[in-house]
């Protein structure tokens, strides 16, 4: 692929460069419709496996407990019941259920703009961009780079970009350019700036965690009332795996909380390293992290939102690398899903791969993460486009391939496809056929045509032939050539330019004031 790639980079003719433009926009997508999930979910879990999981749990916080690495957050357990010795803390089942009840089923993130209000819980089902890779790679490059500010702003105009993109993640690719006691201002400005869509805050110290909320409230116009009567932006945690919540992402935690704001709490708990080799074992271990962590966001503020999330697969036995997109993967995300809905909360998973460059692995190893996300119910899919490297690398060729799975996805959600009214059983149509002849040209074939299937903005259905003759433009190169079009047309959302000039000045102020102290 790289090979074939290499041998046309300065080519930009064909129907690689003219033919993905229909009018005046880059591509014919889907409109910004987050898709409800209309599926049943898999369940592999018979109600003796949730019962035995969820038993499993609950001894692991009675028996073993959790490290809380966060002193403040050992206290307010203490002073709650649980039991502490030093750091770890250990809580009864009923402890647990009492206080994980307080938590919403369901709730609402609101952005700067309304129009891009997502409901989280229940059988919404949204996709966010890649986050947090210190690694980029194009096939401009053809090579893996560290990332830049620049490399970071045009993932986040993909972010905006694409209507199957529901929420903007971390840092789409780590902009190792910018010094890192100031990272997050000039990230978050762009983010503000460049997209409309749901903001997410690195739970990475105080001064990271407050000026995100802070940027967050100037770009919405919002009054701190305001900005605390709705959630408004998220986090989201990772346990140190095995057993421990480290300080200064409980301290952030613990500020949103405060705030009421979105909490989203992922163990990372790879199986044979970190977790029990067994699935079960793993999902039991990755539960005990997150309820503990439930159930201080809880004591904290009761009903504040959170989710669960899950970050539950293997490693590669031979090398003790991470996999990805495994059936063991997918599996712990299906039980994982079958356990949120046990214990009433909403749901995280992610769309990951281990492959390093967007090749066939790639895919199928990112579309059986994001299927069995779908199947297991998940409410939010991070990581959904633009994934490798198992989370070391971002790709905007991988980011507009991952969008053709979304949008295949959210068409495959239409309603439209499973009706069965008299329209849709199309008996006058199989009459007016009959035995012979064809339904091209019949009238309700005619009124339908033009919606009736899935349109593709990057897959090339024609046969070899007619592929070659335009140019045997293989997939990740259409992808790139459209990925230079889309950044070079991009329009960032209006915002006015009052509050676009508070932004900046917050940033400046910030950054005279040395932002988030380092050890560099």
Known sequence: MVTTASKRRGRSGGRAGAATRRGTAVIEQMPWTPPVNT???????????????????????????????NPEAVQILRKAGCTVQDENVRMGREFVMEWVGKAPSEFTLTPRNPARRITVGGRSLLFGNVSSPPNYWD????????????????????????????FAGGYPVEPVDLHASVRHLDVLFDKLTLTDKVMHAYSLGKERVEDVME?????????????????????NINSTSPLKHDFPMLDGWMRLA?????????????????????????????????LCAVVLAQIIRPGCPVVIGTFTSNVDMKSGAPAFGTPEYMRATQMTGQMARFYGLPMRSSGVCAANVPDGQAMWETSNSLWAAVQSGSNMVYHAA??????????????????????????????????????????????????????????????????????????????????????????????????????????????????????????ARRKAEGGAPTDF
């Open 386 to 507: 633009g994934w490798l490297e198992g989370g070391l690398i971002a790709s905007p060729e991988k980011f507009i391939m991952d969008c053709e799975v979304l949008q295949q996805i959210q068409r495959y959600m239409d309603p439209s496809l499973v009706a069965t009214g008299p329209d849709e059983i199309a008996l006058e149509a199989i009459k007016s056929v009959g035995n012979a002849g064809h339904f091209f040209g019949i009238q309700h074939t005619q009124d339908r045509y033009t919606t009736a299937f899935y349109q593709p903005f990057l897959s090339d259905w024609r046969n070899y032939e007619g592929w070659e003759v335009a140019g045997a433009v293989w997939t990740p190169e259409r992808a790139h050539l459209m990925f230079k079009e889309i950044v070079a047309s991009f329009e960032p959302p209006p915002m006015d330019i009052a509050i676009r000039d508070e932004l900046a000045d917050f940033v």
């Open 39 to 69: 599926d049943r979910p898999t369940e592999p879990l018979s109600p003796e496996g949730v019962a035995a999981i969820h038993d499993g749990a609950m001894r692991i916080l009675e028996e073993i407990g959790v490290e809380f690495l």
């Open 139 to 166: 096939m401009e490059r053809g090579t893996k780079v560290p990332g830049t500010r620049e490399m970071c702003r045009n993932l986040l105009k993909l972010t905006q970009y694409f209507n199957c993109i529901h």
């Open 215 to 235: 940027m967050v409230r100037i770009a919405g116009g919002l009054s701190h009332e305001d900005f605390d009567a709705t959630p408004r932006m998220y986090t």
């Open 258 to 290: 405060r705030r009421g704001q979105g909490l989203v709490v992922t163990p990372f708990t790879l199986a044979g390293a970190m977790a029990p080799v067994t699935m079960a074992g793993a999902v039991a271990q990755s539960l005990a992290e997150a």
